[in-house]
T-cell receptor, first 114, second 109 residues
Framework: DGGITQSPKYLFRKEGQNVTLSCEQN?????MYWYRQDPGQGLRLIYY???????QKGDIAEGYSVSREKKESFPLTVTSAQKNPTAFYLC?????????????FGSGTQLSVL | QQQVKQSPQSLIVQKGGISIINCAYE??????FPWYQQFPGKGPALLIA?????SEKKEGRFTISFNKSAKQFSLHIMDSQPGDSATYFC????????FGKGTLLTVNP
């Protein structure tokens, strides 16, 4: 089945530690996105990539980094510079349908600070 | 700056009732308005979407009403069911999607 796989489902970070969240898609989508979800805050865009080896900052990129070495993969690193990392992180990819845009989301990673 | 304002934050409806969620925007460059449904512990999924040249779109029990002059759009869920209990997000796209803060819908049996 085609889809987006995020791992791990739960992740714990210690003070000063960098952690990496995995996102893999087999939908052959060109564009991939990372969103952060906090209770009552909606979805906020962290980074996005429309093509391999290229990515752009979203609205809340500080303290995060990404790479896009393969079309299928878009890992997100939460660095120690991100002082409030506890959140639900969602990866998504885009299929362009006619004049619209449909985002396919993974099942998310819940990151907590120890 | 919140570009898409969604209300209410939470909504409780009886089974069989109508659920209505509203969104308002300011940016006239938005050209695509989707609604996403999210169940606990899962990622959101596209429910229904509309473009501004249409005033209404219906898919089953779900309808989007769009008022371009007022810069408002709303989701109506007819004959609401307990299985509709979820968080609903409106969104609007210029060059990227901007999401509202979400509405937690609870449909009581």
């Amino acid at each position: 089945d085609g889809g987006i796989t995020q791992s791990p489902k739960y992740l714990f970070r210690k003070e000063g530690q960098n952690v990496t969240l995995s996102c893999e898609q087999n939908l052959n989508h060109d564009a991939m996105y990372w969103y952060r979800q906090d209770p009552g805050q909606g979805l906020r865009l962290i980074y996005y990539s429309q093509i391999v080896n290229d990515f752009q900052k979203g609205d809340i990129a500080e303290g995060y980094s990404v790479s896009r070495e393969k079309k299928e993969s878009f890992p997100l690193t939460v660095t120690s510079a991100q002082k409030n990392p506890t959140a639900f992180y969602l990866c998504a990819s885009t299929q362009i349908q006619g004049a619209g845009e449909k985002l396919f989301f993974g099942s998310g990673t819940q990151l907590s600070v120890l | 700056q919140q570009q898409v304002k969604q209300s209410p934050q939470s909504l409780i409806v009886q089974k069989g009732g109508i659920s209505i969620i509203n969104c308002a925007y300011e940016n006239t460059a938005f050209d695509y308005f989707p609604w996403y449904q999210q169940f606990p512990g899962k990622g959101p999924a596209l429910l229904i979407a509309i473009r501004p040249d249409v005033s209404e779109k219906k898919e089953g029990r779900f309808t989007i009403s769009f008022n371009k002059s007022a810069k408002q759009f709303s989701l109506h869920i007819m004959d609401s069911q307990p299985g509709d209990s979820a968080t609903y997000f409106c969104a609007a796209r210029a060059y990227k999607l901007t999401f509202g803060k979400g509405t937690l819908l609870t449909v009581n049996p």
